[in-house]
């Protein structure tokens, strides 16, 4: 497949003559008129420029970058560079690497574990037609819906050691967010919180799309419900749930916000997105430490990417 | 649509297409996504601001007084410079730490001609890096200012590139009606100190209200620590880089800050400072170091309950006689639209009108220049006023004392790092040192 990449940025922006391309591959491709030409020029063009521009050429410049010292004031000619002492830095003297790391890693377990795994029953839940099935619906989306800041806002007031709800409901005094064993947990409640609800519809979407006459052959075959939606419902519904398992990683991997809301990623609340933020943006300014950060978080990222790019390709062909 | 041939298109065709076309397009967004994070480092250079005025009658000022009081002593302030001198002034507000957060990218793109900012080691170094005007002929036209003032707005070539407005000491506050009732006195030396609190401990109250989950607060803490214990030039140096962190000197104080804990309230890396000030409001804790800002948490009737005093002695040979005192003030461009009424906006903040103004209008804070008329202070006002002019020297406070890199990024989380486990002080110290020679040498 020497043209690949022409076909992948077909597809990216899912043009209408399609299908023309798709079919007037290789030999035919000449016989394609003059404006044919330009639009598929166009199509590769523009995307190709958008994709640079706004993906690889920071991502480059991001790993250049981690190896100087730049603390973001003068002109870029008065950069020094420093090799990999950055990356010496971040693994040797800066103590709240490693739990970023674990952190991030300890997100995707639990996201994966439990939060994706509820979101998809309550969808099959939902599926089912309840009476109330929109109320519940909404009130499930709503976390999704809700700006970051009033999110933040609702959990300290649930939180708060000595003004919250959650002590004054049990009685106890837990530090919810100050204690680092406990406030990483806390936090991945609020998160699980928000991304129950976006699994939750993605995956009621797909299985609005399963044809109803699949279920109906299985209860004729006298499949139990159970059986129905493992052995038919889930495997037909394969696009749906690789989706979902991509979702998750990525939720896993860009898990920022309520963190920040909260203290900033500190004290127990380390997450690579936090660090490469606290360094970076703000008044801190330690642009070439931050892009060393935002490098190892790339490396990371990259390794899903391949697996999923691996995956999809095979898939294809 | 023709029939599906194999199982395969048929189950692929049960996929809604807005949905089928997901896949590789959430890639794509996620790529985005995840390079958003990285790019940021691109976009740091793409800061704008608007610079209203140009010329003639008006003068921008970029502002970080985004509370409703501070805010409103500027506005009364810009008005009354505008009957005197005719020149508008367009503020261009902010929140507070947003601007704090921007201000590398502030200015160095288009910022106002004249900036709210604090007195210290980033004014001074905003300066070197030429990011701010020199007003050393505006300083020729104020009087009213204190040598310490005049120090404090001084830039590392001795010319002056600030000009303080108003300042709030730290100090140990409290209530008057709970000390009268329970009869404690004044702590003078360490030993006094940890008496009260035993006692205090021993009274059903929690000594010293104590709260850390923004980072900062427990700064002040460290700061007034080694003021006492090391004093003040010692304080200039570790925060300059020029002293190392694990030295017995440093270590001492973190000694002194270990055996002090058990009398802080307990679980403070959860707890924001209002929370704290208000459990001493509500007659739970006995006293709680912090600026002076803490009356904030009070009602108005209770603001006369509030006294305070100054962090006692603990080494006799160093006294009790240095605070951290932060000073807010306002600097220029460097190169503003209209240098001539920047400087003089800058020259009419600095005067004794724009002092009453602020002494009417903020309880919060005490006027920078000695000549306003302070016969409008509260009885608290007052104090603080006579404590800060009683001072041998006056630090800033510690992130404005120090690299704000090194501040943020390391002293926040090892600061919170020794209250969670207040044992491990020595390997605390060396993490604290290794880190500050890689960033103070790059």
């Given at each position: 497949m020497s043209d690949l990449p022409l076909i992948q940025a077909d597809r990216a922006v899912?043009?209408?003559?399609?299908?023309?391309?798709?079919?007037?591959?290789?030999?035919?491709?000449?016989?394609?008129?003059?404006?044919?030409?330009?639009?598929?020029?166009l199509m590769v063009l523009v995307p190709l420029l958008l994709v640079s521009a706004l993906v690889w050429l920071p991502a480059l410049a991001t790993v250049a970058l981690s190896t100087t010292n730049w603390d973001g004031i003068g002109p870029l000619g008065d950069i020094d560079f420093v090799g990999g002492r950055n990356y010496s830095d971040v693994v040797?003297?800066?103590?709240?690497?490693?739990?970023?790391?674990?952190?991030?890693l300890l997100w995707l377990a639990a996201l994966?574990?439990?939060?994706?795994?509820?979101?998809?029953?309550?969808?099959?839940?939902?599926?089912?037609?309840?009476?109330?099935?929109?109320?519940?619906?909404?009130?499930?989306?709503?976390?999704?819906?809700?700006?970051?800041?009033l999110i933040g806002f609702v959990w300290q007031l649930i939180y708060s050691r000595d003004q919250g709800l959650l002590n004054a409901v049990l009685g106890s005094d837990v530090d919810w967010y100050g204690d680092p064993g406990v406030n990483i947990w806390a936090v991945m409640v609020a998160s699980g919180w928000r991304h129950v609800g976006y699994i939750m519809l993605l995956y009621l979407a797909g299985l609005k799309g399963v044809d109803p006459s699949l279920r109906e052959a299985a209860?004729?075959?006298?499949?139990?419900?159970?059986?129905?939606?493992?052995?038919?419902?889930?495997?037909?519904?394969?696009?749906?749930?690789?989706?979902?398992?991509?979702?998750?990683?990525?939720e896993s991997l860009r898990a920022f916000d309520l963190v920040w809301v909260v203290n900033k990623g500190r004290n127990g609340l380390e997450l690579l997105s936090a660090l490469v933020t606290q360094n970076v943006v703000g008044e801190a300014s330690r642009i070439g430490f931050g892009s060393a950060l935002a490098t190892i978080m790339l490396v990371v990222s990259l390794v899903f990417i391949t697996i999923y790019l691996a995956t999809v390709m095979r898939e294809d062909r | 649509m023709s029939r599906p041939r194999t199982q395969a298109e048929y189950l692929a065709r049960l996929v809604p297409p807005s949905v089928a076309g997901l896949n590789r397009r959430s890639l794509l967004a996620g790529a985005a996504g995840a390079s958003a994070l990285l790019g940021t480092g691109l976009l740091a250079g793409c800061g704008d601001s608007d610079s209203g005025g140009s010329g003639g009658k008006t003068v921008s000022m970029g502002s970080n007084a985004s509370d409703p009081t501070p805010k409103d002593v500027l506005a009364k302030v810009s008005a009354a410079f505008k009957t005197s001198s005719g020149v508008e002034v367009a503020i261009n507000t902010v929140d507070h730490n947003t601007f704090q957060e921007n201000i590398n990218n502030y200015l160095q793109g288009k910022p106002d001609d004249v900036f709210t900012w604090f007195a210290g080691y980033r004014m001074r170094f905003f300066a070197a890096r030429g990011l701010a005007g020199d007003v050393s002929d505006v300083w020729g036209k104020l009087s009213g200012f204190s040598d310490a003032f005049k120090k404090a707005s001084t830039g590392d070539d001795g010319k002056q590139y600030f000009v303080p407005f108003s300042y709030y000491p730290w100090a140990v506050f409290y209530r008057k009606s709970v000390w009268q009732q329970h009869g404690y006195q004044v702590p003078t030396t360490l030993d006094q100190f940890n008496t009260l609190g035993a006692q205090m401990k021993r009274d059903g109250l929690v000594p010293i209200a104590f709260a850390?989950?923004?980072?900062?607060?427990?700064?002040?803490?460290?700061?007034?620590?080694?003021?006492?214990?090391?004093?003040?030039?010692?304080h200039v140096d570790l925060m300059a880089g020029k002293e190392s962190w694990t030295s017995d000197k440093v270590k001492k104080v973190f000694d002194t800050w270990a055996g002090l804990l058990p009398l802080h309230q307990p679980d403070s890396l959860g707890r924001t400072w209002q929370e704290a000030a208000q459990s001493l409001q509500q007659k739970k804790s006995g006293m709680y170091l912090l600026g002076l800002f803490v009356a904030q948490q009070f009602n108005a009737d209770e603001q006369d309950d509030i006294d305070f005093f100054t962090f006692p002695e603990i080494d006799s040979t160093i006294g009790a006689k240095a605070l951290d005192a932060p000073i807010d003030g306002y600097m220029m461009a460097r190169k503003p639209k209209s240098e001539e009424n920047a400087k003089k906006l800058l020259e009419y903040i600095g005067g004794v009108d724009a002092g009453n103004i602020s002494v009417k209008t903020d309880p919060g804070t005490l006027v920078a220049n000695t000549g306003a008329d302070t016969s409008g202070y509260s009885a608290l006002q007052k104090k603080a006023a006579e404590l800060v002019g009683s001072a041998t020297e006056i630090a800033q406070f510690l992130d404005r004392d120090t690299r704000p890199d090194f501040a943020s990024t390391v002293i926040i989380p090892a600061l919170q790092q020794f209250i969670k486990d207040p044992t491990d002080i020595g390997g605390l110290l060396t993490s604290i040192e290794n880190q500050k020679k890689s960033i103070f040498t790059s």
């Open positions: 899912e043009p209408p003559a399609a299908t023309t391309t798709t079919r007037g591959r290789g030999r035919r491709l000449r016989l394609l008129s003059r404006t044919d030409r330009v639009v598929i020029t040797n003297i800066y103590p709240p690497f490693v739990p970023a790391v674990q952190h991030n994966f574990v439990v939060a994706t795994p509820f979101g998809m029953f309550l969808a099959v839940l939902l599926d089912k037609e309840l009476r109330g099935s929109r109320f519940y619906q909404t009130a499930l989306y709503l976390p999704v819906v809700l700006s970051l800041a209860a004729v075959d006298g499949a139990s419900e159970v059986n129905t939606f493992f052995r038919v419902v889930f495997p037909v519904m394969r696009p749906i749930n690789i989706i979902v398992l991509v979702v998750t990683v990525i | 850390d989950k923004d980072g900062w607060p427990a700064m002040g803490t460290f700061d007034i620590l080694n003021l006492r214990i090391n004093g003040y030039q010692f």
